[in-house]
T-cell receptor, first 114, second 115 residues
Framework: AQSVTQLDSHVSVSEGTPVLLRCNYS??????LFWYVQHPNKGLQLLLK??????LVKGINGFEAEFKKSETSFHLTKPSAHMSDAAEYFC????????????FGAGTRLFVKA | GAGVSQTPSNKVTEKGKYVELRCDPI?????LYWYRQSLGQGPEFLIY????????DSGLPNDRFFAVRPEGSVSTLKIQRTERGDSAVYLC?????????????FGEGSRLTVL
């Protein structure tokens, strides 16, 4: 069975500084990994996904993530935070076991200070 | 429609009542997921459909919860004898292929409050 752990419930950065949101996963199969973002009172939106191609994945709004199998990690980064990045971020794992159960982490709330 | 549509957007009910929540996925999407999101938590997997059949219902918390998708399109999540602990936002998502490489497209959710 798969699981996902987001290591920080809250992260606070200043505008213009780098963002790092950490995620570790567990999977019995070759997983697909995703990051979704949820702005206040908005629906969930896909930021990026890893599906066994390139290990460094680029997403929307300047975000990227690196799949590291040896560390079972899929951390999300952005070189320079913007005020509009303030939101809840979810790391997600999906594995093909016949039923493509897709599991969300507990989320990391990103605060961006002016 | 252009996106995943969920109705009602808000539902307030009394403990012990029966509730139905509806999801209308993106046209042509074969896979449909239901999640439950409580305040301050990530979405919790409930059930996944591929076509008309429930491919994985291991996330349904107990037998008060049931979901159907009779024609492979619209789905209804049914909750019997509601309890206060059922209060949450119920999210529906659909996906084009149902493979684990597919992006999930989410609706805005149905907020259920059980008094």
């Amino acid at each position: 069975a798969q699981s996902v752990t987001q290591l920080d419930s809250h992260v606070s950065v200043s505008e213009g500084t780098p963002v790092l949101l950490r995620c570790n996963y567990s999977s019995s199969y070759s997983p697909s990994l995703f990051w979704y973002v949820q702005h206040p009172n908005k629906g969930l939106q896909l930021l990026l996904k890893y599906t066994s191609a390139a290990t460094l994945v680029k997403g929307i709004n300047g975000f990227e993530a690196e799949f590291k199998k040896s560390e079972t990690s899929f951390h999300l980064t952005k070189p320079s935070a913007h005020m509009s990045d303030a939101a809840e971020y979810f790391c997600v794992v999906s594995e093909g076991t016949g039923g493509f159960k897709t599991i969300f982490g507990a989320g990391t709330r990103l605060f961006v200070k002016a | 429609g252009a996106g995943v549509s969920q109705t009602p957007s808000n539902k307030v009910t009394e403990k012990g009542k029966y509730v139905e929540l509806r999801c209308d996925p993106i046209s042509g999407h074969t896979a449909l997921y239901w999640y439950r999101q409580s305040l301050g938590q990530g979405p919790e997997f409930l059930i996944y459909f591929q076509g008309t059949g429930a491919a994985d219902d291991s996330g349904l918390p107990n037998d008060r919860f049931f979901a159907v998708r009779p024609e492979g399109s619209v789905s209804t999540l049914k909750i019997q004898r509601t309890e206060r602990g059922d209060s949450a936002v119920y999210l529906c998502a659909s996906s084009l292929t149902g493979t684990n490489t597919g992006e999930l497209f989410f609706g805005e959710g149905s907020r259920l409050t059980v008094l």
